[in-house]
């Protein structure tokens, strides 16, 4: 049977010889809808926060506005939310059989949409263009996510700790250009609208794997048949849970120029 593979979805195809930590059951596919739903929310949540960075930038609100700590906070966790999503998804799709052709394209679409995203922003904003953003980060993560995959539990957890923990010690001025600050280890990284580093970012992804692999240890989560919600609001979170790409992608160009438009007619 074919199970409809939508960008960046939650779904697990489990095939392939045994695995320690998980039992040989667990090798139909199966679809989690809740991580459906929080990319959902993720999603949406991104374009919240960019609504309120168009505010400021065009001066409807005050720019230390976007700089506040519960701001900071938001931008964060919608971050934090993504890295996770993404050992999430490692474990639910990969972690029996890694399916390469299935991988490959998923990465290769976000290495492309990732690209994109470095040179449109460097047209439009040189000084501050996104040279390692939540896309650069989210591919790199998934590389390096699958070499973690069958690894103990105990040691994905300890890479994660490490991984969160290492740019509290290894800070360097060394770090600071553009070719190296994406790693995570500079003193003063150039200033970049979106900034997403390797470290600590990575350990959350690797946090992602680790719960993942917890979850689907236990039978009652590990057999729960694909279902569709039944609440409205579900349904429509997943549906937009499963197009975080194209949304990510469209939304903030749509809303800088209905924010442009906007000005003008305000300014006649």
Not at 26 to 43: E, H, K, M, Q
Request: net charge positive.
């Amino acid at each position: 049977r074919r199970w409809p593979k939508p960008l960046m979805s939650a779904t697990a195809k489990m095939a392939g010889s045994a695995v320690p930590e998980v039992p040989s059951s667990f090798c139909s596919p199966t679809r989690y809808v809740f991580v459906d739903v929080w990319r959902g929310l993720a999603i949406i949540g991104v374009v919240i926060y960019h609504f309120g960075w168009d505010l400021s930038f065009f001066g409807y609100v005050s720019p230390s506005l976007m700089f506040s700590i519960p701001v900071t906070i938001f931008a964060r966790s919608l971050a934090g939310s993504f890295m996770f999503l993404v050992g999430v998804g490692l474990v639910l799709a990969h972690f029996r059989y890694t399916h390469w052709q299935k991988f490959l394209t998923r990465l290769a679409k976000i290495v492309v949409a990732a690209a994109a995203i470095s040179v449109v922003t460097y047209g439009a904003f040189p000084t501050s263009f996104i040279y390692f953003g939540i896309l650069h980060s989210i591919a790199l993560g998934s590389l390096l996510g699958l070499l973690f995959l069958r690894f103990p539990i105990g040691l994905v957890f300890f890479a994660s700790f490490a991984t969160l923990a290492a740019p509290l010690f290894l800070e360097t001025p060394t770090f600071n250009t553009r070719f190296l600050a994406w790693i995570g280890f500079a003193a003063a990284p150039p200033f970049s609208n979106d900034f997403v580093p390797v470290f600590p970012w990575f350990g959350v992804t690797l946090a992602g794997i680790g719960c993942t692999r917890l979850l689907v240890a236990r039978p009652s989560k590990r057999d729960r048949k694909p279902h569709s919600p039944r609440v409205h609001l579900g349904r429509v979170l997943t549906w937009v849970g499963q197009r975080t790409l194209p949304i990510y992608l469209f939304h903030q160009p749509l809303l800088f120029a209905g924010f442009v438009v906007l000005t003008r007619l305000l300014a006649e």
